[in-house]
């Protein structure tokens, strides 16, 4: 820890009267450095951590019908269920527009399981499904395996750099 910061929370609780102002100084000093070693655990997730997240910010937000921030975490093209790409994003957002409204995303219960690779995934895809996979993901990319309410669904997770983009899905026999 800085010696700034240790001076200053050294001096928060030794029992001296500190104003509002200091107090608040410290408060911020601290966090701030909190907020920084966050950050810095995030940049170096892994591929299979970041997948996870992506998976699990997509479906808490589609549990609560929430389409800006949901579009914010989606890109095109979209394998829509393994047979279909969409590749306009106004369409992509009129499939989330209609799919939130019609469906009761709420009451689903949802569960992150396995992430794999693409090629690991590959072994066991459905012929039909190969197609759309070649159009949305790169070896680079992951599949998060996730059951919802005892069924199994995968997303497909876009990696670039640092970040990571839901592109599509599929319900597998």
């Not at 940049?43 to 299979?48: A, K």
């Not at 914010?72 to 790409?85: E, H, R, Y």
């Amino acid at each position: 820890m800085n010696p700034s910061i240790r001076s200053g929370i050294k001096f928060a609780f030794q029992g001296r009267l500190l104003t509002t102002v200091s107090r608040m100084l410290v408060a911020g000093i601290v966090a701030s450095h909190v907020l920084s070693a966050r950050t810095d655990l995030e940049n170096e997730s892994t591929p299979c951590d970041r997948s996870r997240a992506i998976a699990e910010r997509v479906l808490h937000f589609a549990k609560r019908k929430k389409l800006e921030p949901l579009m914010k975490l989606v890109d095109t093209p979209w394998g829509n269920d393994g047979s279909k790409v969409i590749e306009r994003r106004e369409d992509l957002e009129r499939f989330f527009q209609k799919t939130l409204e019609e469906e009761s995303l709420a009451e689903v219960e949802w569960k992150i399981g396995k992430v794999v690779s693409v090629a690991e995934y590959r072994k066991s895809a459905e012929p039909k499904e190969l197609e759309v996979l070649d159009q949305v993901l790169t070896p680079a990319d992951r599949i998060v395996r996730v059951v919802a309410d005892g069924e199994k669904v995968v997303l497909y997770v876009r990696l670039c750099k640092k970040q990571a983009r839901l592109v599509g899905y599929h319900y597998p026999l």
